[in-house]
Structure formats: C-alpha cells, structure tokens
C-alpha cells in the first residue's frame, strides 16, 4: 500500500509558468522526500524535508511540509521543458521509502 | 564517483523461470533498497540491506528474495516468474546519515515475463 498520494495525478503547463503539486501521507514520518522520474528510468532525488521543517527551497524548488495536515507541497518555478517529468513524494520510515502514485508533469514549449 | 549500477538492463524471461538481478551501490553506502514499479501499483518496497543484513521486507511473496555481499553489491532473485512480476525493478543505495537519509536509485532492470 502507498504512504503517499500526489495531486494531480497530470499537470500540463506552459514553459516558464509555475507547476505545484500535493502530497498528503497517512502516519507519522521523520523526513519526506521528493523524485523525479524521467519517462520509466530511475529515481533522482530532489530534497528532503524534515519533519521539524516546515519549508525548504532548493533552486527553482520550494518544498512545504505540514505536519499537523499530514501534507507536502512541490512547487517549481519558471517550469522548463527538461522538467517534463513524473513526481514523487516519499515518506520514511524504519529503512523504507513509502512513494505515491506520483504527478506527472508535461511542459509544453 | 560512480552512480548505482544495476545489471542488467533489459530482460526477457518466460513464465515458471527464476531470474536474478545485480545492483552495486554506490562506493561508500552500506545501505541498499529494492523496490518494484508498474503502472498498476506504482513504486512498491521490496526490502533493504545492511551490511549483509536485511532490515526491512515489503509485502511480497517468498519467490522474492535478495542478499547482500560484503562489499555492499546486492542481489534479488524472483523464482517461478509469473506474468504479474513484469516491472522496472529499482535498486537504490544510500549512506544513513541519523535517521535522515536520501536515496541514490540506479537506471533498473526492466523484466518483461511472457
């Protein structure tokens, strides 16, 4: 079973505009992360936010966390056609990442 | 340094058959995750090794097993292949840093069983 879920699950934008997507996650966690995907090829990890942070930036990147609503929000700015990519958010717990179902992100030049 | 190598890439494997896949992680993480994505249910845990110890085992049947060496490299093995075990099959590599820590994925194996 899936710790996370993503929403939206799609997301088109056009280059340059602004792409945010949700996660919202069942139990208490020590860290959430978040992936990229490239069409069906491994995971990259993006940025890791504590559970004592509440928000975190990493370039075009801002990762919120609240921990009271159980939910994680990615936001990426001045969206790129190399951000054509599908999501992830991770929660850990005891040596395991639990991901969602992911948000699949489409920039259109 | 060098990413995680997973080996190898592709495969194509016949129902009933068992199958093993190699991930070497990479130089300096003694912690190693495998995880299994379709597109029906998403990225799924499969079990994570620590210096030749696993820690932690998701919800799959004892046809999935795997094994870490010394030198941190792992292997999962899958017996008696049914269609349903066609996926990317994911090895991820991390050095534990406290209770925090970030995961390092390799390209996978994609497994087609026909």
């Known amino acids: 079973s899936q710790q996370g879920e993503e929403d939206p699950q799609a997301l088109s934008i056009q280059e340059g505009e602004n792409a945010t997507m949700n996660c919202s996650y069942k139990?208490?966690?020590?860290?959430l992360q978040w992936y990229r995907q490239n069409s069906g090829r491994g995971l990259v990890h993006l940025i890791l936010i504590r559970s004592n942070e509440r928000e975190k930036h990493s370039g075009r990147l801002r990762v919120t966390l609240d921990t009271s609503k159980k939910s994680s929000s990615l936001l990426i700015t001045a969206s790129r056609a190399a951000d054509t990519a599908s999501y992830f958010c991770?929660?850990?717990?005891?040596?395991?990442?639990?991901f969602g179902a992911g948000t699949t992100v489409t920039v259109r030049a | 340094k060098a990413g995680v190598t997973q080996t190898p890439r592709y495969l194509i494997k016949t129902r009933g058959q068992q199958v093993t896949l190699s991930c070497s992680p990479i130089s300096g993480h003694r912690s190693v995750s495998w995880y299994q994505q379709t597109p029906g249910q998403g990225l799924q845990f499969l079990f994570e090794y620590f210096s030749e110890t696993q820690r932690n085992k998701g919800n799959f049947p004892g046809r999935f097993s795997g094994r870490q060496f010394s030198n941190s490299r792992s292997e999962m093995n899958v017996s008696t292949l049914e269609l349903g075990d066609s996926a990317l099959y994911l090895c991820?590599?991390?050095?534990?840093?406290?209770?925090?820590?970030?995961?390092?994925f390799g390209p996978g194996t994609r497994l087609t069983v026909t």
């Open positions: 991770a929660t850990d717990a005891r040596y395991k990442l639990s």
């Open positions: 991820a590599s991390s050095l534990v840093v406290g209770s925090n820590y970030e995961q390092y």
């Open positions: 139990t208490s966690i020590n860290n």
